[in-house]
Nanobody
């Protein structure tokens, strides 16, 4: 079972990027899906999560108002629209899936992980 993350790249501060995540090997329609990120030398931190219904969401304070998480259960994909990007958003972004009913900020709540996609924001 894998989660394939894509859409990373180099963007100037103030710009936008859209990350996508698609599973292979199974479906995650009834799972909580989330994005985490890890900057060089730092821990992997929570960014955003979305419930199976596509309505309930949760964001880290650092991205609230700038990032939007969404999902398409028909296509079994989850996306992260990132706007007003800042250099401190530079990190490897990982998508994850968890079977908990809660929109957890904790890495251990998510069993399945993607390989990560690098986002670099230049100043």
């Amino acid at each position: 079972v894998q989660l394939q993350a894509s859409g990373g790249g180099l963007v100037q501060a103030g710009g936008s990027l859209r990350l996508s995540c698609a599973p292979s090997g199974r479906t995650f329609g009834n799972y909580v899906m989330a994005w985490f990120r890890q900057a060089p030398g730092e821990e992997r931190n929570f960014v955003a999560a979305i419930a199976w219904n596509g309505v309930d969401t949760r964001y880290a304070d650092s991205v609230k108002g700038r990032f939007t998480i969404s999902r398409d259960n028909a296509k079994d994909t989850v996306s992260l629209q990132m706007s007003s990007l800042k250099p401190e958003d530079t990190a490897v972004y990982y998508c994850a899936a968890g079977s908990s009913i809660f929109l957890s900020l904790v890495r251990s709540a998510y069993k399945y992980w993607g390989q990560g996609t690098l986002v670099t924001v230049s100043s």
